[in-house]
């Protein structure tokens, strides 16, 4: 058994998730051995943990235009890694998904990174990310850790998530789109053709 599969089992075993493995439901992430380029965002959506396809809806669709790739780019080119704060579906809450569980990226995250050495930018999707991930490095707000997201490269990318939910954000800030997608896109296409 590799240690990929090997870390998968000690995550289904977790007492932590064993609500989840009692129905059946699988941790949902993944691992790329040669990932370039790194996906972290809150939790799998409700769609993607039934179908057991991550970003599989229409935050998914949104993103992967923001990333300048095709679907079959963002699920085949062998270059992505998808890791979220949580591995399984949290339920959902009054405005939205629920947030992830306290201490799950905290005992899976790093077993899981290791098992991909050449992940050179980390995209830090929405707030839960970003405040796990940059810590006192982010700014007051969302919107202002967006708007300096140069400040964080060239390890992470901070962007607002993807949600239809966030649609009015996006009209409220159009330089989100006109300036900042298209600096993603270019660095998302430098590690792709690398």
Do not use: C
């Not at 949580?86 to 939205?96: E, I, R, S, T």
């Amino acid at each position: 058994m590799g240690r990929a599969e090997e870390i998968y089992r000690e995550i289904m075993a977790d007492p932590q998730n064993a609500d989840f493995t009692k129905q059946g439901i699988e941790p949902l992430y993944h691992v790329e051995p040669e990932a370039r380029i790194l996906i972290i965002s809150q939790a799998p959506s409700r769609k993607g943990q039934e179908s057991m396809t991550y970003w599989d809806d229409p935050s998914g669709d949104r993103l992967r235009s923001w990333m300048g790739m095709s679907r079959d780019e963002f699920y085949h080119s062998g270059k992505l890694g998808v890791v979220p704060l949580d591995f399984y579906f949290p339920g959902k809450g009054k405005q939205g998904d629920l947030p992830p569980r306290k201490g799950f990226a905290e005992k899976w995250h790093q077993p899981v990174l290791e098992l991909m050495p050449k992940v050179s930018l980390t995209l830090l999707i929405g707030a839960y990310a970003q405040k796990y991930y940059l810590q006192k490095r982010r700014q007051k707000t969302l919107t202002e850790t967006v708007a300096h997201y140069r400040d964080y490269l060239p390890e992470y990318f901070p962007i607002v998530h993807p949600s239809p939910l966030n649609y009015g954000w996006m009209h409220q800030h159009p330089w989100f789109e006109g300036e900042v997608v298209p600096e993603l896109q270019a660095e998302i296409r430098r590690l792709l053709d690398a």
